[in-house]
């Protein structure tokens, strides 16, 4: 069989293709109302396993603003995430920290900065033992260590039941835990 030019080009497009393919993907909403004024960037690049997320909030009958930035990478044994949101007033809080794929499921450690500039200590957990059985934590603690608030819940399935347990936990006079949002993509 004698090979054309024309059977070629198929072969040179799809050869040029799968670098474009690796390259960042952006995509941009945007919202107008009548009271606000959004926009939302998010940007994924699957090769190297970095996706971003940038918002911008402006109120239109007051002009503040608030903002938010955050990066999740891809690593080896999971991914890492970093987070800072900044609010109409100019105070900016943040949360960084590390989830590791385990087993039967993952755990996360990190630190969290308030608007005030208390920092707090992130820690949780998440199993499966696929039988339906799962057990979730999470743990707030302050700068001392001491717990200021917990979550644990534990389902579990046996003839054809679910049943969850949750147990919550405050520390008395304790702040609302800060919460942040990882980007999706």
Known sequence: MRKTPL???PLAVLALAA???????????TYE???VSATQTTTVNRETGTATRDREVTNLNTGNTASSSATR???????TVSVTQTGPQGRTRSL???RVRTENGSSFSGTATGRGGETYGLSGSRNRDGQGNSQASQRVTD???NTLASRDRVTTRSNGQVNTTINRTRAEGAPRPPRARRPRG
Do not use: F, I, V
């Open 7 to 9: 059977m070629l080009a």
């Open 19 to 29: 670098p474009l393919a690796a390259q960042d993907q952006t995509r941009t909403k």
């Open 33 to 35: 109302g009548p009271n």
């Open 73 to 79: 990478q891809r690593t080896e044994t999971g991914s």
């Open 96 to 98: 960084e920290g590390e």
């Open 143 to 145: 700068s001392d260590g």
